[in-house]
């Protein structure tokens, strides 16, 4: 065997070849022999080394582990020359990596873990191979070859596992009740309509990492024994759905879908169907009558899914990133998932960190860290260094907790006990220029809006709620509104039919009970602490700053402002619309709100 | 979502197309109905009839099905339409104001179409990009970090 001191890896992936990767070798090679080196340095070809779109033709030199990239026949002579002859590096060929700035998915910050985001961005989504070289599929072949569907249920109930979808329902003890129903068909939906405003966990997973999804979903329909699956996909999410086909498409080919399963015996198939925009049709009842063709209303449980489900047939449902976890926890383990959390929440979750705090976007974190470790250590803390003044968790149906609660630690029962809940993991960070009580109509809007109408007490109750809300952002608050809102509040909470019209109170409740005084700011003095609210603030100019240029009485929509060239100008309440444009365009920082 | 010229297509071939290509029964009724939205640019009366038609399926379910979601459309709509994210992500970092100038530079409202019927304007929920939020998306293009003083030149790349 001949032995060579350095060795070329040239890329001949297809886009490479095309770009002429052959003229390339051809002229190393003959560059070699021209120059004496032939027997000293060897060339062969490679698949792909970096992105062809970017780099190609390009190559490796090993030992050195040099990367040339966007190289013509023309460079060869004097790169062997330089670097095989005299051994100096060509800077000007080396591949200049782009620096990709992703404004979702940052390097890990100090105590992140990352689980289920631990491929994202470090893959190529569309392509199987990658995913593989990275474990992929081995917890399905282990699964498949050495597990029964009982070990496969004891080991995910072992790992305690809970439903990452908000409810935190453990993911075994579900799959074991599905597995208990007796029927000649058998379901496994993924739940990725991922509704909560704020939150985009799941589709950066599903674009990201769409296998692991995949491959935790066959591995549960092994579990239970079904043969088909669903992904319901929202449809706000194209790009998601597209590479969930591919992906799906690619995993067929590749054996891990379709018949007979990697040879034995086990099949499984899967197809993703995208929704139409829908909140509700997050809530798994309302999910099934879409995946069925008809409006997507919940219906009462029992009977749960599991017992019946899609077109009656027993159904397991569990949301994206609970999937995503169970090949770890098959080829890792379930002691190695559980010591991670606090003793009754288990592993890590992914959050959507949103709003007033400095670096904002998906963060994974383990169960049990504290709120104040995630705004300030994880996210930075608050933007333009402003106060903290308040958190929301858990999307829509969730609640706001002041600062009281930065040390309470993320985990199901807490935040349920402080009021909010776990929920899919949307969290909205507001400073101390946030009204509270605009923020609580705001999502009573959100809810009213996506309320699917069937049951009374969610249909009229958030109409209510929105009401009496507006009424008091208007500044029309009267004695006997916040007894009214906390009466409603309860009514709605004890008789809805779904997870949407019980938590639909929760920001307007929790508001209540952590920020009554803005409430009654509002109500009895006519006045918005947080200067928010249009009808309770007005827009002054302040005569020492105003310098008379009139760009603001120019931009008023309703010519509310009057003034002399050079001479402080005034605005005319009665005519003021609060608009906010002349703050806006005033370049002297004159104008005020009051 | 774009649709240059609604009118120069046949509603009824459209219908008969993505039914063949869906197959006739209903759990493909979403997708029929998301596709000839996608094709025509809204549902008219017409198609819906004749989706109820070739699935045999009441015309009443299939209005209540087509109104029952958001993405789907009854009425026509403008030849570009605006996405708004009315989410609170987008909402605490500006989204009211970028709204207001909207809604002011279109001289519409919320579910509105111009009456030159360029542009439709729609609210939504969460997009999922709160990472670049206020958020508007027209047709396929999406606008992140979006102040109110950008609304005007983003509008004029449109015709």
Redesign the interface.
Same mark, same amino acid.
């Given at each position: 065997m001949a032995f060579y001191r350095s060795h070329v890896l040239v890329s001949v992936d297809p886009e490479c070849v095309k770009r002429g990767a052959h003229q390339i070798i051809d002229a190393l090679n003959d560059e070699l022999v021209a120059q004496g080196l032939i027997d000293e340095i060897q060339v062969l070809e490679t698949s792909r080394i970096g992105d062809p779109v970017l780099f190609g033709p390009d190559m490796i030199v090993y030992p050195e582990g040099v990367h040339y990239a966007c190289l013509s026949p023309d460079d060869i002579p004097y790169l062997v020359e330089e670097h095989f002859l005299k051994g100096r590096i060509v800077e000007k060929f080396r591949a200049q990596e782009k620096k990709v700035v992703d404004?979702?998915l940052g390097a890990p910050k100090a105590k992140e873990v990352r689980v289920v985001l631990r491929n994202c961005g470090v893959i190529d989504p569309n392509n199987i191979e990658d995913y593989i070289a990275e474990d992929g599929y081995m917890a399905l072949a282990k699964v498949l070859s050495e597990m029964t569907p009982e070990q496969v249920i004891d080991e995910v109930t072992r790992s305690g596992l809970r439903g990452r979808g908000g409810a935190g329902f453990l993911t075994g003890r579900k799959w074991q009740f599905c597995r208990n129903s007796q029927a000649d068909m058998k379901y496994v939906v993924c739940n990725a309509d991922?509704?909560?405003? !704020? =939150? #985009?966990m799941n589709?950066r997973v599903l674009e990201s990492d769409p296998h692991s999804v995949i491959e935790g979903m066959i591995i549960a329909a092994y579990a239970i024994g079904a043969r088909q699956g669903y992904i319901y996909c929202r449809?706000?999410?194209p790009l998601a759905v597209k590479t969930l086909n591919i992906a799906i498409k690619q995993a067929r080919e590749f054996g891990f879908l379709g018949e007979n399963i990697l040879g034995t015996g086990f099949s499984f198939d899967l197809e993703v169907?995208?929704?139409? !925009? =829908? #909140?509700v049709c997050g809530e798994e009842t309302a999910l099934m009558a879409?995946?069925?063709?008809?409006?997507?209303?919940p219906r009462p449980r029992p009977p749960f899914p599991a017992v019946s489900g899609l077109w009656g047939k027993p159904t397991n449902i569990n949301n994206v990133e609970t999937y995503a976890n169970v090949p770890q926890i098959i080829l890792r383990g379930a002691d190695w998932f559980a010591s991670m959390g606090t003793e009754k929440s288990k592993g890590t979750k992914t959050f959507?960190l949103?709003?007033?705090v400095k670096h904002?976007?998906l963060i994974e974190v383990p169960l049990g860290i504290t709120l104040r470790e995630i705004v300030y250590d994880v996210g930075g803390g608050i933007k333009d260094d402003k106060g903290f003044k308040a958190i929301?968790t858990g999307g829509?149906m969730g609640g706001c907790l002041p600062a009281e609660f930065l040390d309470l630690p993320v985990d199901y029962e807490s935040l349920t006990q402080a009021g909010s809940i776990m929920g899919s993991g949307?969290m909205?960070v507001?400073d101390e220029e946030?009204c509270m009580v605009d923020?609580a109509r705001?999502?009573m809007?959100?809810t009213q809006?996506?309320s699917?109408g069937k049951c009374t007490p969610c249909r009229i109750g958030t109409r209510r709620l929105l009401e009496i809300l507006t009424r008091i952002c208007e500044g029309k608050g009267e004695d006997g509104d916040i007894e009214r809102l906390e009466e409603l509040c309860e009514q709605i909470r004890t008789a809805s039919l779904c997870g949407l019209g019980q938590g639909a109170p929760n920001p307007v409740a929790s508001t209540l009970k952590y920020f009554r005084h803005e409430y009654e700011a509002h109500i009895y003095e006519k006045r918005c602490p947080a200067k928010v609210c249009r009808a309770l603030i007005a827009y002054e100019i302040v005569p020492e700053a105003c310098t008379g240029c009139t760009v603001c009485a120019r931009n008023c929509?309703v010519n509310a402002i009057t003034g002399e060239r050079r001479q402080p100008h005034k605005i005319d309440p009665d005519i003021c619309v609060r608009?906010?444009?002349c703050m806006?365009v005033c370049n002297f920082n004159a104008i005020v709100v009051n | 979502m774009t649709n240059e010229q609604p009118h120069g297509k046949n509603i009824l071939e459209i219908v008969k197309h993505v039914v063949e290509v869906h197959g006739k029964t209903r759990e493909e009724l979403i997708p029929i109905l998301q596709d000839i939205n996608k094709e025509y640019g809204y549902i008219p009366s017409q198609g819906l009839e004749e989706v109820a038609r070739l699935l045999q399926i009441p015309k009443s379910q299939v209005f209540s099905v087509a109104t029952f979601y958001h993405m789907l459309n009854v009425k026509e709509m403008g030849r570009h339409i605006i996405l708004f994210c009315e989410s609170a992500p987008c909402h605490v970092v500006g989204g009211r104001e970028v709204w207001r100038r909207l809604k002011q530079e279109l001289k519409i409202d919320a579910g509105e179409t111009t009456p030159d019927k360029k542009w439709s304007l729609v609210t939504v929920s969460c997009l999922g990009v709160c990472g670049v939020g206020p958020v508007i998306v027209i047709d396929e293009d999406l606008y992140g970090n979006v102040t109110p003083e950008m609304i005007p030149d983003i509008l004029a790349r449109y015709n």
């Open positions: 404004e979702e991922e509704g909560d405003p !704020g =939150a #985009f589709r449809a706000e999410y169907r995208q929704g139409a !925009g =829908a #909140f879409s995946i069925e063709g008809r409006r997507g209303e959507a949103a709003g007033d904002t976007g929301q829509p949307g909205v507001m946030t923020i705001f999502f809007e959100f809006e996506e699917c929509p608009c906010g444009i806006q | -």
